[in-house]
């Protein structure tokens, strides 16, 4: 080794015997690029997130069960922290914009197990706002097989919540109203046609409205409207089939269409379609059939368990106004019916949620809230997967519910937008050693070492279950809930 006399610099050169400066040996090892990529995009050697070799990471041969992979109709999910649907009001006519391929295309590049697309409306009147996602045309196939596409390169998975607002659609984008109250707003959450609204053209089971004088006046759907949707969920089918989606997610929750569908309080039919539950189920069932059939790789459906409603109309299970009906309102009891019904059509995964469909619910949020549910949910229905979501922040929290057997997978929303990042420092918190993004291998040399185990798989307590009094505590002192889109 001598001292670089060429330049005068202190870099260091190897020189050979008769003095001359060695070339160094030239490495045959290409920065290789996804194959059939249209631009350049370096290879990743395994899916960002998932577990490194535990012959180099001893701790990986007991991984933390949020790293454990989850294989469903064939489709490998590297980890059970999921990305939950959230609405980005940025459509284009329903299109994918570039907003939706940055923020899910980097959600890619983070390490989560499953990415979900925002609700997507299968009609254009199904859509929640404007400028909500779409997929009734195919014309909306390429901004999301672009999606899938940067996803798929990057060894992620995505999916598609398909959805109809029912007597919640056309309504203001949530900063397009804040600012409107700011300015001194004080009339409905409707938009105007000529903003984008279709005030007139409003469906949904009965004509109730959600919050009258503030929200649409809704027309009770026809039973050609039926037949007309059912088909749109069909055709939006062969178009996630186009796009290369890897699952779908019907949205039965929160309000919209098919929870208003199943809940006696919002569906005051008089055909098939309304009265007792077998009928008020019929609409969903059906169509989740129909798309069972239709796609063959995973399914899922989001379902509202509760509305949270014991406080005010006494038990699920009641006198109701409703004759025909034995159910006052809708809760965790029809909910279970619903997912085996749903679980023995074949559907694989319920992603357990509550509340959206009426004002007066009383909802005991917290840290992990409506984990309860998920957890009844699995106890009573052997034939599904369960995902539960709602304040899980945490990766210990997140740990201890897939530990205790409450959900087998957790879906994050909120957090994701505050921490993208989450999976990968929740595995360097568990003691996993997991891949990152290979760009970004140098921001994680903590998380990727090699220790004998990861941190104790026992549970761990305090955050996971809070509930009744301090639940409702924290409701004023946390976040609010915001699963009513
Ligand atoms: C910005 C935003 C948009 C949302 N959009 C949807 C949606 O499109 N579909 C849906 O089922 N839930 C939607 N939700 C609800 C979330 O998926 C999730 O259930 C809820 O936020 C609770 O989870 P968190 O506490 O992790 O945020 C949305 C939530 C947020 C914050």
Request: include cysteine.
């Amino acid at each position: 080794m001598t001292k670089d006399a060429s330049n005068g610099t202190l870099g260091i050169s190897q020189s050979t015997p008769n003095g001359q400066v060695a070339a160094p040996e030239i490495a045959p090892f290409p920065n290789v690029g996804v194959p059939g990529y249209p631009t350049f995009l370096p290879q990743q050697p395994q899916a960002i997130g998932s577990l490194l070799d535990s012959d180099k990471f001893p701790q990986n041969k007991r991984p933390p069960k949020l790293f454990e992979p989850l294989t469903i109709r064939g489709q490998t999910f590297h980890n059970r922290a999921w990305v939950a649907p959230m609405c980005q009001y940025s459509s284009d006519n329903g299109h994918a914009t570039d907003h939706h391929f940055v923020h899910l295309g980097s959600m890619a590049m983070r390490g989560w197990g499953l990415i979900m697309v925002e609700a997507t409306a299968v009609v254009p009147e199904g859509r929640i706002s404007p400028e909500d996602s779409g997929i009734w045309d195919d014309s909306h196939i390429a901004g999301f097989k672009r999606i899938v596409d940067f996803v798929h390169a990057h060894r992620g998975k995505i999916g598609i919540q398909l959805a109809h607002a029912g007597r919640k659609a056309s309504t203001l984008a949530p900063w397009v109203e804040r600012i409107a109250h700011d300015e001194g707003w004080d009339g409905g959450s409707v938009p105007s046609e000529q903003v984008g609204g279709w005030p007139n053209n409003v469906v949904g089971p009965s004509e109730i409205s959600f919050q009258p004088g503030k929200y649409p006046n809704p027309i009770a759907a026809t039973s050609e409207y039926i037949k007309k949707l059912k088909q749109a969920y069909l055709d939006a089918v062969e178009r996630c089939k186009k796009a290369g989606f890897d699952f779908i997610e019907i949205h039965g929750a929160h309000g919209y269409l098919f929870h208003e569908f199943a809940s006696p309080l919002t569906n005051r039919r008089t055909d098939e379609y309304g009265g007792n539950l077998e009928n008020r189920l019929r609409l969903p069932l059906e169509v989740a059939e129909l798309i069972r059939k239709a796609w063959d790789k995973p399914l899922f459906y989001r379902v509202s368990a509760s509305d949270w409603l014991e406080n005010v109309e006494g038990p699920e299970k009641g006198a109701s106004s409703n004759e025909k009906d034995e159910w006052a309102w809708w809760g965790l009891e029809q909910t279970t019916i619903l997912t085996q019904k749903l679980a023995d059509i074949g559907i694989d995964l319920i992603d357990v949620s509550s509340g959206g469909n009426d004002l007066r619910g009383q909802i005991a949020v917290g840290p992990s809230y409506q984990v309860h549910f998920a957890s009844h949910i699995k106890k009573h229905v052997k034939n599904i997967l369960v995902g539960t979501v709602g304040i899980i922040t945490e990766a210990h929290q997140a740990e201890d519910i897939l530990l205790r057997g409450d959900a087998d997978v957790v879906l994050l929303a909120r957090q994701v937008l505050r921490d993208i990042d989450w999976p990968l420092e929740a595995a360097q918190e568990l003691g996993a050693a997991v891949a990152p993004a290979v760009q970004y291998e140098r921001a994680w040399s903590r998380m990727v070492v090699k220790r004998e185990t990861c941190t104790s798989p026992k549970l761990h307590t305090g955050i996971s279950l809070v509930e009744g009094e301090e639940g409702r505590q924290r409701k004023h002192r946390s976040e609010s809930h915001s699963d009513s889109k």
